[in-house]
């Protein structure tokens, strides 16, 4: 029997991942309230049983401003520093380090159960930028890798930022020991990752698609992809905000639908959102990503569905599906696929 699967995923990336598009004074407060919602979340995901995968931007594993200026200079001096430079970045990061580094929280994701910390870049590469190509990708992969070496993690998963997803750039992952990523829909609002067709339009088009079922049901099935296995998105979990609380009932019926056909059929439902889109309004978004969870226990026991995060869906195909492997903490060093610190 093929039991569907129910996927988390998580872009963890601090102000790295809004530098180029927000400012402290309107987004600071959002990036802050992740000191306060990531560990509710994890609170939330282990009284459900839930494995989910946090894709974590490599630099918010330093320390603080120090390390991570001494990690760039390095880097640049081995012609490894591929990271955007934005105007002001220098001041911003040593000004507002609590926007920037949460080494602490990635401590509380990995001495939590069923949580798997995978990779979102080092300096949140844009696959799509100008001047990106494959071998900046390797040099940082590479970096984020030696960071989460030293807490004792190795990376098999990966979330593009942006969910910027090209060939040339799959191809050099698998060298970089990851076997598995989140791939787009392939309804055209999606699989183009953050470049929506149609402009403005096709953006109304897409937040439509959170409330009323325009790209169809939402579930997907993992595809293997050469050496790689592809954990297609379904749906992007919107925060709750005052404008649109009259719409929530709507939002929270297409998310519960997609899951529950998912389970009837044997699929995968992979829903993904940001840690600091809880960042404000704490209270209503774990209200509201209370109420799925609830809906995932239901289909757990009556249905068999199946909490996984991205690690354990390597190898899958639905011709020979594996026996059931949760996400877990393990020693540094063994072979189960997924490798991070061990529990204290």
Known sequence: MIHAKFVISLDFEMFWGVEDTRSIACYGRNVLGEWQAVPQMLARFRAHGINATWATVGAIMCRDYHEWRTRRHTAAQSAMACEPTVDG?????????????????????LETDGQELATHTYSHFY???????????????????????????RFRSIVFPRNQ??????????????????????????????????????????????????????????????????????????????LAEPLMALRLRRIKQGMTEAARTGALFHLWWHPHNFGVNLGANLAMLEQILLHYRKLADTLGMESQ?????????????????????????TSDGIVRRGTR
Not at 93 to 106: D, E, S
Not at 133 to 149: I, N, Q
Not at 199 to 209: E, K, Q, T, V
Request: hydrophobic share 45%.
């Open 127 to 153: 696959c799509k930028a100008k001047d990106a190509t494959p071998e900046g990708l390797v040099d940082d992969l590479a970096r984020a890798a030696t960071l989460a070496a030293e807490m004792g993690v």
């Open 89 to 109: 970045e220098d001041a911003l990061v040593r000004q507002y380090p609590n926007l920037f580094f949460a080494r602490p929280l990635v401590e509380r994701i």
């Open 165 to 242: 997803i090209s060939p040339e750039f799959l191809a050099v992952l698998p060298a970089a020991g990851i076997g598995v990523y989140r791939g787009n829909a392939q309804h055209w609002l999606y699989r183009n990752g953050d470049a929506v067709p149609g402009g403005l339009a096709g953006r109304i088009m897409r937040f439509a698609d959170a409330f009323v079922p325009l790209s169809g049901s939402c579930c997907q099935r993992e595809q293997i992809d050469g050496a790689l296995v592809n954990v297609p998105a379904s749906a992007f979990l919107y925060a709750w905000s005052a």
């Open 309 to 333: 995060c991205m690690g354990a869906c390597a190898g899958m195909t639905d011709a020979q599906p594996p026996a059931p492997q949760p996400c877990r903490l393990v020693l540094a060093g």
